[in-house]
């Protein structure tokens, strides 16, 4: 059974940058499409930036692009995701999963509604 933990939340100041990592065990990242995700206090869960397999066209957020950059190291079973120039509205919880190939393959994005598991996530207070 894949899981996945994450981490490298915390209290960062307005305009500075955080790195989140995404560890995968129980399965080998190598043919896994991954998202981020998160959710604001008060807020319904949303897509945040996803990668496929084959690293071509992530997906990002209206609300990221342009300061985020989502990465993978496959050797070490892991997904990064580096946002700068962060504002308070990106505090919230961040999750990482698995997605569905399809969705990435057909849609270039990773819904919310396509996640079937979740992690406990790590807390990003900008």
């Known amino acids: 059974q894949v899981q996945l933990m994450e981490s490298g939340g915390g209290l960062v100041q307005p305009g500075g940058s955080v790195r989140l990592s995404c560890a995968v065990s129980?399965?080998?990242?190598?043919?896994?499409?991954i998202g981020w995700f998160r959710q604001a206090p008060g807020q319904e869960r949303e897509s945040v930036a996803c990668i496929s397999s084959t690293v071509r066209n992530p997906y990002y957020a209206d609300s990221v692009r342009g300061r985020s950059e989502i990465s993978r190291d496959n050797a070490k079973d892991t997904v990064y995701l580096h946002i700068s120039s962060l504002k308070p509205e990106d505090t919230a919880v961040y999750y990482c999963?698995?997605?569905?190939?399809?969705?990435?393959?057909?849609?270039?994005?990773?819904?919310?509604?396509?996640?079937?598991?979740w992690g406990k996530g790590t807390l990003v207070n900008s």
């Open positions: 999963a698995v997605v569905p190939k399809t969705f990435m393959s057909f849609m270039g994005a990773c819904p919310v509604h396509a996640v079937s598991s």
């Open positions: 129980g399965s080998s990242l190598d043919d896994s499409d």
